[in-house]
């Protein structure tokens, strides 16, 4: 069984910069794509950014230009650079796993708070 660690999440001024991680751990093998989604009260959660094993990335329109994800597959460990941030992007933030199975996990969520 995989376990989805994430880190970095805060309270942060706009225009302010976060980055996010998330580090797996357990049944590692097998994994298609990483990444985030998020999810602010009221709302869906929705993409933010995800990365495949090969290192193709997509990104939602509302982040493009202002977030980065990347891999360390040798730490199978998954970041979100986060910059320019906007009050809009408060949310909780998930770490997503998907294997080549196409079975899916979550980690805890970590908040992300964008106010002055």
């Known amino acids: 069984q995989v376990q989805l660690v994430e880190s970095g999440g805060g309270l942060v001024q706009p225009g302010g910069s976060l980055r996010l991680s998330c580090a797996a751990s357990g049944s590692i093998f097998k994994i298609y794509a990483m990444g985030w989604y998020r999810q602010a009260p009221g709302k869906q959660r929705e993409l933010v950014a995800a990365i495949t094993s090969s290192g193709y990335t997509n990104y939602t329109d509302s982040v493009k230009g202002r977030f980065t994800i990347s891999r360390d597959n040798a730490k199978n460990t998954v970041y979100l650079q986060m910059n320019s941030l906007k009050p809009e992007d408060t949310a909780v933030y998930y770490c997503?796993?998907?294997?080549?199975?196409?079975?899916?996990?979550w980690g805890q969520g970590t908040q992300v708070t964008v106010s002055s």
């Open positions: 997503n796993l998907v294997y080549y199975s196409g079975s899916t996990r």
